[in-house]
């Protein structure tokens, strides 16, 4: 009996050391693949940014880190985190600061979705080899995807992602393809308006209504507590949206109140583009609330323009 | 099928009917003894009569006398199936009438007697026991014997890598494919049948490697259920290898009691149908079980008829052909127990040959989309083809003493693999064993 325990007990050690050694293997390689950049980059302490571009894809795809850089001679990181409200932005912020100096301005990107109440973990596959971070397991485990086997049992959180596994194993053995297109987290997209545009239109004819969470605006006042003191400008914009979406959202006027509010009682800019000219046109989108190459360039230039007197 | 604390109580029922039952049984002579057999017998098939085809019944009743501008005369019964209910049944009926037999001594410790009903790794899907074979184990002490104890968990870990790597895995493209099969090609239907071929075996025959290898590590010994059943060179062979506790059953307590091989052929025949019709509505209360069953009893009886005819050919002599046929005839057999209905069921099988053929002629679009990527299909297959070798490598070696006699790096870096790979490629969200819901 006694052997038995022991031989167990040892299995159960060797098993651990084993499998923590490989997953730490398959972490590593997948920490240096492309569609990881920015958190390893924030958690390199790679980004020390001036200007800091936060929000969700509209962020990611609409705040051109280019345009910054050369208007304002001064280092910008856009991390826009498509699909996400702002509990994981706000993370993703502290993160940043754990690991980077504080940015002198940040752009928080905002919309309709930042304070939705959405608990789910989408694209998780990209937190997985950084959840031994503590701050990033605090914010993975505030959504629904992951368990408790996936933090505790070693490899688990690779289970049924193979091709991570073989990333990851690889990306050890060779360097990876670096990505052309990297412009500090800023991804346009070219392409034209897509054909699910109407077709989202057409179902949703009753219009929609978003939910304001007020658990994610208590994460919300906790950023801009944070920002004041460390002396971060916050500047909150709202990018341009098709004008005809913008009529689906039967609450959007209280949500726009709710905007209009926070950046009087914080005493913050508030940058509204949902009326500007470019919403009008479907050319500049892609999809009804994301620009295209076209609408990006249009915009940047405007906020750009309007930047100049926030930013020193 | 569904646990329900207060349906322990069902349990509790059929326990007490059957514990005294015996003792009369034993107790008993003559016209008295088949009396107390009886009552035995009904009070347990009255317990799967009323919780498994009770709704049946009527449902069809009602269509039935619909016919006759009756509305619904016969109500309906807002119960759920109790988990394993058709396996302690069975096993409970297999005790009185062995008493009743005389092969079996009354149990007058009731709670041993409750236990041989209730012993939980097999309560819930089986093996199904026989008093000779259990009860008298409840009376054995067992001390603690390293080699007894690691056998079993061999053979647990063995049946959970069949359930989580193959079993949970190959159900995603069959559940896929049989959810909408008007959506696929005869190609994706053949793989999601054979997937199900696999998919069963594994799934039940993990079962019952967990609950052998659990009663072993305690120091009981279950019987065998599953022998390789896919290598089965015929539909009688076949039976003989799954679900041995099951179709023991039957042979036992009902083919042997119709008369079995005894009587004339054509009631030789006939007694053989009608196991293998009970042997379907046994599985549920569905006509998809029913035609399952029946197409079995179809496949023995038609067997036995054309057996001269098949030895003359020579045909019979080619044991992959034999192996191959056996398989196919299995496999179309499946659909009807694995699709939702008779319309799936039909659909399925009318199609899965007729596109062949045009299909090859395309070349293109031969593989489909079903539910699953590329790298995890071509992982189905290997799954297949590991779980098929491991299979072949039993059937030449004693895998168990092999194993053994290999050093203790050799077995733990098994061992670790073994792990590794339930952890990497098994399927875990929540899916049940399917016969639980028998």
């Known amino acids: 009996m006694k052997i038995f325990v022991l031989k167990v007990i040892a299995f159960v050690i060797i098993f651990f050391v084993l499998a923590t050694l490989l997953q730490n293997i398959i972490d590593r390689g997948l920490r240096k693949a492309p569609e990881n950049k920015e958190i390893n980059d924030i958690i390199s302490s790679d980004i020390n940014a001036g200007i800091l571009i936060q929000g969700s894809s509209r962020a990611k795809r ?238 940047n230039s405007k906020l750009a323009r309007d930047l100049k007197d926030l930013i020193k | 099928m569904a646990f329900i604390p207060i349906y322990i109580l069902i349990l509790g029922f059929t326990i007490i009917i059957d514990y005294f039952a015996g003792l009369y049984i034993e107790k008993s002579v003559g016209k008295r003894k088949k009396t107390f057999l009886v009552f035995s017998l009904i009070a347990n098939i009255g317990v799967l009569a009323i919780f498994k085809y009770y709704n049946f019944i009527s449902e069809n009743l009602n269509f039935l006398l619909h016919g006759f501008g009756m509305d619904k005369p016969i109500p309906y019964l807002n119960i759920l199936l109790p988990i394993g209910l058709s396996f302690h049944t069975f096993q409970a009926m297999s005790y009185t009438i062995e008493v009743y037999r005389g092969n079996q001594k009354a149990e007058r410790h009731f709670g041993i007697y409750s236990l041989y009903v209730m012993f939980y790794p097999q309560l819930v899907a089986g093996p199904i026991e026989r008093p000779q074979n259990l009860l008298h184990q409840f009376r054995e002490k067992f001390d603690f014997d390293y080699n007894r104890v690691t056998d079993g968990l061999r053979l647990m870990a063995w049946g959970i890598f069949k359930k989580v790597v193959i079993a949970d895995r190959l159900a995603i493209p069959v559940g896929f494919v049989y959810a909408q099969p008007q959506s696929y090609n005869s190609f994706s239907l053949i793989i999601a049948t054979v997937f199900f071929a696999f998919q ?174 590329k790298d995890e299909l071509i992982l189905c297959f290997a799954t297949i083809l590991l779980l098929e070798c491991v299979h072949i490598l039993q059937s030449r070696v004693n895998i168990v003493a092999y194993f053994k006699a290999k050093s203790i790096y050799f077995r733990w870096a098994v061992y670790l693999s073994l792990l590794v790979a339930i952890i990497f490629f098994g399927v875990f969200e929540n899916r049940q064993f399917i016969y639980f819901q028998f």
Not at chain 1, 210 to 221: A, G, P, Q, W
Not at chain 2, 217 to 239: A, I, R, T
């Open chain 2, 200 to 373: 069963i075996f594994c799934d039940f025959s993990a079962y019952s490697d967990i609950a052998i290898g659990a009663a072993r590590v305690m120091g009981f010994k279950l019987m065998k259920n599953f022998d390789k059943p896919y290598h089965s060179q015929s539909v009688s062979e076949f039976w003989k290898r799954w679900h041995i506790s099951l179709s023991s059953w039957f042979r036992d307590y009902l083919y042997i009691s119709l008369g079995g091989n005894r009587v004339t052929i054509p009631r030789w025949l006939l007694n053989l149908f009608i196991v293998f019709l009970v042997s379907g509505l046994w599985h549920g209360a569905n006509w998809t079980f029913i035609i399952w069953g029946a197409l079995h009893g179809f496949y023995l009886v038609f067997g036995i008829v054309t057996k001269k005819l098949r030895e003359k050919t020579g045909l019979d002599k080619i044991p992959l052909l034999s192996s191959l046929v056996t398989f196919t005839l299995v496999c179309f057999a499946w659909i009807f127990f694995r699709a939702d209905n008779i319309k799936v069921a039909w659909y399925i099988a009318t199609h899965i040959i007729t596109g062949l053929p045009y299909l090859i002629l395309q070349h293109h679009h031969i593989i489909e989309y079903i539910g699953i990527s």
């Open chain 1, 62 to 299: 609409h705040i051109s880190t280019l345009v910054l850089d050369s208007v304002f001679k001064m280092n910008s990181y856009n991390l826009g985190l498509p699909a996400y409200n702002f509990i994981m932005q706000y993370y993703q912020f502290l993160l940043y600061l754990k690991y980077n100096t504080p940015p002198k301005y940040i752009i928080q990107n905002i919309d309709p979705r930042t304070f939705r109440k959405d608990r789910y973990l989408v694209n998780y596959e990209q937190f997985l080899p950084f959840l031994d971070d503590r701050l990033i397991k605090k914010a993975v485990v505030s959504y629904h995807g992951l368990d408790w086997k996936d933090f505790y049992i070693p490899l688990y959180k690779y289970h049924s992602v193979y091709h991570l596994v073989y990333e990851g194993i690889k990306n050890n053995i060779s360097k990876p393809q670096p990505d052309n297109n990297d412009h500090k987290g800023y991804e346009p997209i070219d392409s034209l308006c897509d054909p699910s545009f109407g077709s989202y239109l057409l179902n949703n004819p009753q219009g929609y209504r978003m939910e304001v969470d007020s658990l994610t605006l208590n994460y919300f006042k906790s950023f801009i507590d944070t920002c004041k003191a460390k002396k971060i400008t916050v500047i909150l914009v709202y990018t341009p949206e098709y004008y005809r979406a913008q009529k689906m959202l039967l609450n959007r006027d209280s949500i726009i109140s709710l905007f209009k509010n926070y950046s009087s009682l914080y005493n913050l800019t508030l940058l509204d583009y949902s009326q500007d000219s470019i919403c009008h046109d479907s050319v500049n989108f892609y999809n009804y609330q994301h620009l295209n190459k076209i609408g990006v360039k249009k915009f």
